[in-house]
């Protein structure tokens, strides 16, 4: 590509590579990082460094007249001020300069041309420029020729430390994202989920003010152009559950949805590699060849075979690869409007049933709670699960009040008449510990049947926890598995774990209470104190 000036950006590095084929950037990896190998199967595995994970703690946004008034402040919207911006920023640009060698990376962030934005990532290693590659949208030859200016900027110093003397700053790391300068600034993390994460959190800015709802959620569409999304936290199944090989994967999990229908933002995956097999996941596991990024996972130094049930180094082993690589992708990753929303939990109480359909009010009250659950702690014999719940399944990510989002999408499910069902991805047959994971292929099924539209005329009883209507028939599917109660073995016990999760629901969603309706407020699970 032709020479790019980057003073714009206050840096001025002769060498810089803008938009590098992915094998150029395998050769730079490989002779300038040394933490760079190439799998048996044509992938380049790297480290991130200190960092495997995402530093929620260390984001910040500058409070700025202009849109403080838009902002949700709190501890996902930390704030500091425009002083502390252009420190860090300074800081980022002077350890830029120091580098022999940078790589751009210009592209886009959405897939329909009338909501897209052109996005630029500057940074000194190339795992992160092919990490990018991926992530975003690709231009044309053509369309990088008119690229110009980009509307959004990533400048990503995260191999040199923010300075922990600076106001504001609660670490040596600083992910700081301007909306007036339209602009990232990256210190102290290598974690390339960062760079995506950025993107995303400006896209669920700057997309409620288009009126269009941005969204953490996967999307795929059938044969017959049904379309479902598939919102969940981190580890209930939404990149697994949306790679289906019967129907077309339009993104694993940013999308927006507009007045023509739904978009991905983004131009690849970013998949969890835990456990990944080609018997479970084969759609994801076949994607992970040449042009693929291998985050932080153990290989065998002779064969070059990963191991991807080691989780040595972390339990967040990470997969980034083009959306191509998927067999059935959809390009342009463009779609009409879904018929069916999935909400995806997986609950770590046994108490949830593998599927229910949820009314309008229920599906608000579920989508601002945002429930999934985890095991606690790594003492011997703890095993008490924990509640976790995230604003929109995805509060970190969240700009605007969670209200806004929550608003948007039930306008959205009226207009369009879509059908809104919670599926539990967690333990069935008893509390953890006695219990076992859903089975996948159950889970599936269950997804199937409700493609298929037999699960909306299928018979089904009200639980007298949750409120919500539960099948009790599914193809493929043992019916006594549907009826939680009737998977264990003491049902007193599942009654007090079922009225212990209630009560969790009613604590949490008190914070909200104000922004909601009475009929949202009155559609989650009731609590035996409540109703005495």
Known sequence: MPDIDLTQHGIDVDDVLRNADPARLYEEAVRFDPTAAIAQSGALIIRSGEKTGRSPADKRIVRHPNSEDDIWWGPINMEIDEHTFRVNRERAQDY?????????VDGYAGWDPDYRLKCRIVCSRPYHALFMTN??????????????EPEFTILNAGEFPANRQTKHMSSKTSVDVSFEHDQMVILGTEYAGEMKKGIFTVMHYLMPKEDVLSMHCSANEGDDGDI????????????????DPNRALIGDDEHCWT??????????????AIGLSAESEPEIYNSIRYGTVLENLVY???????????????????ASY????????????????????????????????????????QAMYHFISGYTAKVAGTEVGVDEPQATFSACFGAAFLVWNPSVYAEMLAEKIREYDADVWLVNTGITGGPYGTGHRMPLPHTRSIIDAIHDGSLVDAPKQTDPT???????????????????????????????????????????????????????????PTPETAKA
């Open 96 to 104: 830029l300069n120091t580098r022999q060698r940078l790589y751009v």
């Open 135 to 148: 992530m975003l949208i690709r231009p044309s030859q053509e369309e990088l020729a008119e690229f110009g």
């Open 228 to 243: 479902s999304l598939f919102f969940g936290l981190s580890g209930t199944g939404k990149t697994t559950l949306s790679a």
């Open 259 to 272: 007045e023509d229908g739904v978009f991905n933002i983004e131009g690849g995956c970013y998949a969890k």
């Open 300 to 318: 065998d130094e002779e064969t070059r075979q990963v191991d991807y049930d080691d989780t040595s180094i972390t339990e967040n082993t990470r």
């Open 322 to 361: 083009p959306l191509t690589h998927i067999p059935r992708a959809k390009i342009p990753a463009t779609a009409d409007h879904p018929e069916n929303i999935i909400f995806l939990t997986y609950d770590a109480f046994g108490v949830m049933p593998p599927v229910s359909k949820l009314t309008p009010e």
């Open 466 to 524: 949750f409120g919500f209507e539960v099948p009790t028939e599914c193809p493929e599917v043992p019916s006594e598995i549907l009826i939680p109660k009737n998977t264990w073995d003491d049902p007193d016990a599942y009654d007090e774990q079922a009225q212990k999760l209630a009560g969790l629901f009613a604590d949490h969603f008190e914070k909200y209470e104000d922004m909601a309706s009475p009929e949202i407020a009155a559609a989650g």
